[in-house]
C-alpha cells in the first residue's frame, strides 16, 4: 500500500489485525520502554459531563522511530442502556513522533478494550503466582469478558466466578464465555468468591468500593482496573495501605487511580507504592517473591498502550492493504 495521506481504520478493519497474544506483546514492551525512559512523557485530561466524562490521553514511543498518539475517549455509562450505544467511545491519532505527520485515525473502541485486557494479563505473567487456577471477575460488562480472555492467555485457568449487579449481563456473560474458553464459570457472591480466587479482577464504574481487604487471601493478586478517573473506586484503601501496590504509570495513579484514594485517605504516600509494573518487566526490581504476598495492580490505563497497539495495527494494515486513506482539503 503506498502511503498517500492518513490512513482511516474502523472497528472492523482494526479488530482484524491484532490477537490478544500480540496486544500482550506490545503492551508488555511500551511498559518496559516506559521504564527505560524511552517514550514521549505521557499524560492525561479529565472532563466531566453531565452524564459522563470525557479523558484524553497522549504519549509516544520510541521504536525503530518515534511515534506519537493521542485518545479522546468518552465514557457514558447509561449510553447502551438508554441509546443502544457503547458506553466508551472515540477516537485515536497516531503520528510520526519526528515530522508531526497524522498516519493513521482509528476508532478507539476495539483498541480500548484490548489494550486493557492486555495490560492486566503482563501484570498478571510478573505479579500472579504461576500456578493461578480460580479467579473472580467483578463486572461482566465488555471489559470485563477481555479481562478473562487475556488472563487466559498467560494462566492455567480453571475456575471463574462471575459478579455483576445486572443478572441479564451475569447470565449473558457465564453462557458465552463459558462456551468460548471452555472454562468452569459460576455466578460468585463477593466474599466468598474472592477468598477461594488466586486472582480478582474488578472492571467496574463503581464510584464506591466494594473490595474489602479481609475479603482477600493471602497469596492473591487483585487487578484494579475501573478506577481511571478521580470519582472512581472499587477497593477499599486498606486494600493498598496494607498490601504490596504496583502501579502502570505512577502519576496517573495518584491522580485518578486506586492509589489516589489511599492517599487521600491519609493512609499511604506515593513513597509507598512499590514500583511501576514497567520497571518488573525491565529486571530493575523482582515482582511476586513470596507465594503469601498479596499483590495489587493500579491500572489508570496509558496512552503508552495505545501507542504501542496502533503502531502494531497501522503497520500491519499498510502490510494487508486495509483502511481507507484521505487527505484534508486545502
Given amino acids: 500500500m503506498s502511503l498517500n495521506g492518513t490512513l482511516l481504520l474502523n472497528r472492523s478493519n482494526i479488530s482484524s489485525l491484532l490477537n490478544m497474544k ?3 506483546d506490545v503492551v508488555e514492551q511500551a511498559f518496559e520502554l516506559h521504564s527505560k525512559g524511552n517514550i514521549l512523557k505521557s499524560g492525561l485530561l479529565h472532563f466531566d459531563s453531565d452524564e459522563g466524562e470525557f479523558h484524553i490521553k497522549a504519549g509516544g514511543l520510541r521504536l525503530e522511530k ?3 498518539c493521542s485518545k479522546s475517549n468518552s465514557g457514558f455509562f447509561n449510553n447502551k442502556i438508554k441509546y443502544g450505544l457503547p458506553n466508551i467511545q472515540g477516537l485515536i491519532i497516531l503520528c510520526d513522533g519526528e515530522k508531526g505527520t497524522p498516519l493513521a485515525l482509528f476508532d478507539s473502541i ?9 495490560a492486566t494479563a503482563v501484570a498478571a505473567k510478573y505479579l500472579a503466582r504461576s500456578d493461578s487456577k480460580t479467579i473472580t471477575i467483578c463486572g461482566c460488562g465488555t471489559e470485563g469478558r477481555i479481562q478473562l480472555r487475556a488472563l487466559n492467555e498467560v494462566m492455567p485457568l480453571e475456575k471463574v ?3 455483576d449487579s445486572n443478572p441479564q449481563n451475569l447470565q449473558d456473560f457465564i453462557r458465552d464465555m463459558s462456551d468460548q474458553l471452555g472454562i468452569s464459570i459460576l455466578p460468585g457472591t463477593l466474599k466468598e468468591s474472592v477468598l477461594q480466587s488466586d486472582i480478582c479482577v474488578t472492571c467496574t464504574p463503581s464510584k464506591s468500593y466494594f473490595l474489602k481487604n479481609e475479603y482477600i487471601p493471602k497469596g492473591a493478586f487483585v487487578a484494579a ?3 481511571d478517573s478521580p470519582d472512581k473506586n ?3 484503601p486498606t486494600v493498598l495501605s496494607e498490601n504490596k501496590v504496583v502501579a502502570d504509570i505512577l502519576e496517573q495513579c495518584i491522580s485518578v487511580g486506586e492509589i489516589h484514594h489511599a492517599i487521600s485517605a491519609g493512609l499511604m504516600a506515593a513513597e509507598n507504592v512499590y514500583g511501576e509494573i514497567g520497571e518488573i518487566i525491565a529486571g530493575e526490581k523482582p515482582g511476586r517473591i513470596s507465594n503469601d504476598e498479596i499483590i495489587v495492580y493500579d491500572a489508570t490505563g496509558t ?3 495505545d501507542t504501542a497497539a496502533a503502531v502494531a495495527i497501522y503497520k500491519k494494515a499498510l502490510n494487508s492493504n486495509v483502511g481507507t486513506w484521505f487527505k484534508f482539503p486545502k
Avoid at 110 to 118: E, L
Fill in 22 to 24: 500480540e496486544y500482550i
Fill in 66 to 68: 518515534l511515534y506519537f
Fill in 110 to 118: 476495539d483498541i480500548t478494550i484490548k489494550r486493557t485486557g492486555a
Fill in 161 to 163: 466466578f462471575a459478579i
Fill in 225 to 227: 482496573v475501573g478506577a
Fill in 234 to 236: 472499587e477497593l477499599e
Fill in 303 to 305: 496512552a503508552l498502550q
